[in-house]
């Protein structure tokens, strides 16, 4: 299985991105937000994290695609998000136009009425997603904008760190709160370790 490639961006179509690695050209499927953030990036060495995924009829043609992200983070959103009873990669593909930071949100706070204006996302989906995924996204909402590696980068170090602090026996929302103070002085945090020790020491200082 492939669950990652790196190579120079060849071109971008409009559901997909083609990346040079030597000997291989790589069709990867990507969503909108996606494909948007690699527009300037264009003849550049990028990495995006893989999903190996199966098009097709099991009666007919199966043709074997590659879906990619630009952090793990927005890849692991992506595999819960196909979870959902009649949702699918096709379906999660096209609904992905904005940041998982805030279709999370929305799942979270049960705003079915932006989940419904996603593309193929009904009202009877929408409620669907929420009712599923509700309790499981809360790390996803903490994300912050993502601009290619160093970004995504910090994005994948907050999932870890609120993992962690929901294993150390916080709550989701203290968890969520001590995330954001930590962000709030705009420090770049190297791992998971560094973030809750910065974490604990805002926390100290506060009180």
């Known amino acids: 299985m492939i669950s990652k ?21 790589y069709e990867v499927l990507i969503p909108e937000y996606t494909r948007r953030q690699l527009q300037s990036e264009i003849g550049k060495k990028i990495s ?8 097709g009829n099991p009666q007919g043609k199966l043709t074997p695609r590659l879906i990619g992200f630009l952090t793990e983070a927005e890849r692991e959103f992506f595999d ?11 379906k999660a593909l096209r609904a992905m136009i904005r940041p998982v930071k805030e279709i ?20 009877a989906m929408s409620e669907r997603i929420v009712a599923k995924l509700r309790r499981k996204v809360p790390k996803f909402a903490l994300l912050v ?9 910090q994005i994948d170090v907050v999932s870890e760190t609120y993992e962690a602090l929901i294993a150390l026996g916080h709550s989701e929302s203290d968890a969520r709160h001590l995330i954001d103070a930590a ?16 974490i604990y020491t805002i926390n100290r200082n506060v009180q």
């Open 80 to 90: 819960l998000f196909c979870s959902v009873d009649g949702v699918g990669t096709r």
């Open 145 to 153: 904008g993502s601009n290619i590696p160093e970004i995504g980068q």
């Open 5 to 25: 490639i790196t190579g120079q961006l060849v071109s971008l179509q409009t559901d997909c991105a083609i990346i040079s690695s030597e000997p291989f050209e």
């Open 104 to 123: 999370a949100t929305a799942i979270e706070e049960k705003d079915e009425k932006f989940l419904s204006s996603l593309p193929g996302i009904g009202n």
């Open 183 to 198: 962000l709030k002085t705009k420090s770049k945090f190297k791992d998971s370790p560094e973030m809750i020790q910065a």
């Open 48 to 55: 995006l994290h893989t999903i190996y995924s199966i098009d």
